[in-house]
Structures are given as structure tokens and as C-alpha cells.
T-cell receptor
Framework: DGGITQSPKYLFRKEGQNVTLSCEQN?????MYWYRQDPGQGLRLIYY???????QKGDIAEGYSVSREKKESFPLTVTSAQKNPTAFYLC?????????????????FGAGSRLTVL | AQSVTQPDIHITVSEGASLELRCNYS??????LFWYVQSPGQGLQLLLK??????LVQGIKGFEAEFKRSQSSFNLRKPSVHWSDAAEYFC??????????????FGQGTELSVKP
């Protein structure tokens, strides 16, 4: 079955360490996204990518970095510069926006990764 | 400013009772509207979406939502709630085709509890 796989599901980090969250999709979607979820705040966009080798900052990109070397993969690195990294991180994907109609903007989500800073 | 407001943080209903979750949005262009559901510790699943046409849209699991442009609202309804509907529900608004990709704006979420 097609879908999005996020790993690890749970991750613990010591202060000052960088960590990388994996996101892989086999839906043949062009666009991929990273959201951060905190209790009572909904989802906030960190980064998104609409094509391989290109990505844009979302609303809360500071302290995070991404890469998009392959269509299927969009890893997120939480750097030591992120002051409050403890959160639930969600990866999502959607079909290309160009020329898309009913499928446009319909996000498919992974199961999430919970990061805790010790 | 673009925003989505879900006025109710937490709602409790009895099993078998009807449900309405409220969603109001502020958006400069024609909005595309969505409702997603999230079970604890899981990702989000699409319940339904509105792009155009009939303002009453049907979704999965017996849910429906009505788009009211004059009220900038997109409320979610279900005639009879089941215990398995207990979850968190998110309303979201997105840009039209050709605009900034799938940059959805999400509401804060409404947590639904179901009493037996």
C-alpha cells in the first residue's frame, strides 16, 4: 500500500545535539511538507518542497534544516539552534500543484515522530 | 491576516447524540477547506474537503460539512456520534491552484470526547 513512513516514532535528544527525522513516501507525490504540532496550537509549517532539489521555509523554519535529494525522501534535521524542539513532528505529501484540480492541496500525512529533549 | 479559528477546544457528547464542530476562517482569496481527524499519537486523516460546487459536502465515517461564505464558516456535523469518533479534529484552509502549494493553515483543533 502507498503511504508515508516516518521514523523513528519516538526520539530523545540531549541539549546541543542535532537529530534527523526521516520521511519517505511511495505515493509518487511531488510536494512534501514538515509540520510541527504542539498542544493547543494546531499544526505549524516548518518547511515544504514542491520539487526535488528545491524547498522553501514555512512559518517556523528557524532551527531546522531539510534536504530534498530524491522525490521519495524529505528528511528534517532539528538543530541545536532550535530552542524548544520538544514536539510532535508530522510529514505530509501532496500531488504537484501545477495543473492539479481535485487533488490539489489534499495532504496525506505520516504517523508522526515525537521528539523529546532531555 | 489568514487564519482558522476553532472556538471549542474540547467538546463532550453522548454516544448517539448529534455533533457540530465549528470552524471560522479568514482568507483573502477563494478558500479551499478541509477537515482532518487525528487519533492520539497518530497522523491526520482527511475527513472531507470543499473546493467548489455544492456547499454541503459529504465525507467519510458519516461526517458532513457545510460551507457558508457569508459567515466564513465550515462547520462539521454528524447526526449520531459513535464512541470511535473520539479524537481531535482540525479544520484547515488552503490556497487556490497555482498559489503557494499545499500550504494549509490549520485551526487549533477540537478534542472530542464521547460519553457512553
Amino acid at each position: 500500500d502507498g503511504g508515508i513512513t516516518q521514523s523513528p516514532k519516538y526520539l530523545f535528544r540531549k541539549e546541543g545535539q542535532n537529530v534527523t527525522l526521516s520521511c519517505e513516501q511511495n505515493l509518487n507525490h511531488d510536494a512534501m511538507y514538515w509540520y510541527r504540532q504542539d498542544p493547543g496550537q494546531g499544526l505549524r509549517l516548518i518547511y515544504y518542497s514542491q520539487i526535488v532539489n528545491d524547498f522553501q521555509k514555512g512559518d517556523i523554519a528557524e532551527g531546522y534544516s531539510v534536504s530534498r535529494e530524491k522525490k521519495e525522501s524529505f528528511p528534517l534535521t532539528v538543530t541545536s539552534a532550535q530552542k524548544n524542539p520538544t514536539a510532535f513532528y508530522l510529514c505530509a505529501s501532496s500531488i504537484s500543484q501545477v495543473g492539479a484540480l481535485s487533488g490539489a492541496n489534499v495532504l496525506t500525512f505520516g504517523a508522526g515522530s515525537r521528539l523529546t529533549v532531555l | 491576516a489568514q487564519s482558522v479559528t476553532q472556538p471549542d477546544i474540547h467538546i463532550t457528547v453522548s454516544e448517539g447524540a448529534s455533533l457540530e464542530l465549528r470552524c471560522n476562517y479568514s482568507y483573502g482569496a477563494t478558500p479551499y477547506l478541509f477537515w482532518y481527524v487525528q487519533s492520539p499519537g497518530q497522523g491526520l486523516q482527511l475527513l472531507l474537503k470543499y473546493f467548489s460546487g455544492d456547499t454541503l459536502v459529504q465525507g467519510i465515517k458519516g461526517f458532513e460539512a457545510e460551507f457558508k461564505r457569508s459567515q466564513s464558516s465550515f462547520n462539521l456535523r454528524k447526526p449520531s456520534v459513535h464512541w470511535s469518533d473520539a479524537a481531535e479534529y482540525f479544520c484547515a484552509v488552503g490556497p487556490a491552484i497555482g498559489d503557494q502549494g499545499g500550504k494549509l493553515i490549520f485551526g487549533q483543533g477540537t478534542e472530542l470526547s464521547v460519553k457512553p
